[in-house]
């Protein structure tokens, strides 16, 4: 399986940006789907963003549509989140995953592969 670690994460000021990285190795990157999701303290782990193999197709969460941005380099094995316009309820540790199943890119449960997460804390 392919083996995932991200990276970006930091303290911001509420309206900043961020960019996490998701470098992937062990397996062919342009494989797999990809996924990032957030939890937020006491919170359930939740859909953020996924990518399709090519980069194609993208999808959001209704909550970040128009301040996140996912995107892949499959030369370079990494995947991105681009994090705008940063809000306090945005801070959470930040999970890229793996599937082979793009379809089901909300599903938790088809993801192969976890990071470890990144730590985005907003602050006001």
């Known amino acids: 399986q392919v083996q995932l670690v991200e990276s970006g994460g930091g303290l911001v000021q509420a309206g900043g940006s961020l960019r996490l990285s998701c470098v992937a190795s062990g397996r062919t990157f342009s494989n797999y789907a990809m996924g990032w999701f957030r939890q937020a303290p006491g919170k359930e782990r939740e859909f953020v963003a996924a990518?399709?193999?090519?980069?194609?197709?993208?999808s959001y969460a209704d909550s970040v549509k128009g301040r996140f941005t996912i995107s892949r380099d499959n030369a370079k094995n990494t995947a991105y989140l681009q994090i705008d316009s940063l809000k306090p309820e945005d801070t959470a540790v930040y999970y890229c995953?793996?599937?082979?199943?793009?379809?089901?890119?909300?599903?938790?449960?088809?993801?192969?592969?976890w990071g470890q997460g990144t730590q985005v804390t907003v602050s006001s």
């Open positions: 990518i399709g193999c090519s980069g194609r197709s993208t």
């Open positions: 995953a793996a599937t082979r199943y793009y379809s089901d890119y909300a599903n938790q449960k088809s993801y192969l592969t």
